[in-house]
């Protein structure tokens, strides 16, 4: 069987980091990159004798998370995030695959399914959406994007069956604490590239938003968390396109 190193980005994730370590404590080796926990993060993950911790000031998303790649021992990589839990069978299907002596594909689509509200979402377009998340390191890594980073791979991707449960959000408070970090983090990105959104444009997108995401995102069928989700998601967009427009009224005289 081909070694897997597991690496994970962190920071004060005291409340959901012993999950996601136990979901991945099969992994010959666990690289965790810490950007300053002040909680007990740390002293959890030395519980874990497979895993080691590095101290990284945050790079930014992309950025950070190939700073964890390159310490990683071995070519394939399970990158997760701080809040992603393995499920059982997506680790049994990925053991089955690295058991062969000569793998194809150069990474591979892992499902992944949010879990909000106490509900495993089972329908639309948060329900085993796929992510590049395992991946031949020597085939490629992770980009530069500081904000909805992704990996870059030269050969063939495929695609596993069995799915990581996202347990995004501890509460509605810490919803909206990551809330608003992204969407300045949107803003200023944006702002960068000379992105502008007009006051009317803003608006306009609430109705087709919410539509979206509650219609032709099928968040009608995961009940009152969808509902709830859309309404966020709806209110995200919209949060992200006024700090859009706030940064850049700031230019002016």
Known sequence: MHKISTVIIAC????RIRLVLDSVKWSDEIIVVDSGSTDSTLSICCEYPNCKVYNQP???YGPQKRFAVEKASNQWIL?????????????????????????EEAGFHVPITLKFLGKVFSHGSEHKQPHLRLFDKSKGNFNELTLHEGVVLQGMIGKLRNEVLHLSYINTHHYFQKFNDYSTL???????????ISKTMAIVRIPVEFF???????????????FVWAWFSTAYVFAKHVKLYESNQTLKP
Do not use: C, M, W
């Open 58 to 60: 945050f790079l930014g």
């Open 186 to 196: 949107y803003a200023v990105e944006s702002k960068k590239r000379g992105k502008q």
């Open 212 to 226: 979206k995401q509650y219609f032709i995102r099928l968040n009608f069928l995961n009940g009152f968390p969808g």
């Open 12 to 15: 004060n994730e005291e409340k």
């Open 79 to 103: 990158s997760i995030d701080a809040d992603e839990v393995v499920t059982e069978a997506l680790q049994h299907e990925i053991r089955l695959k690295l058991s062969s002596s000569n793998i």
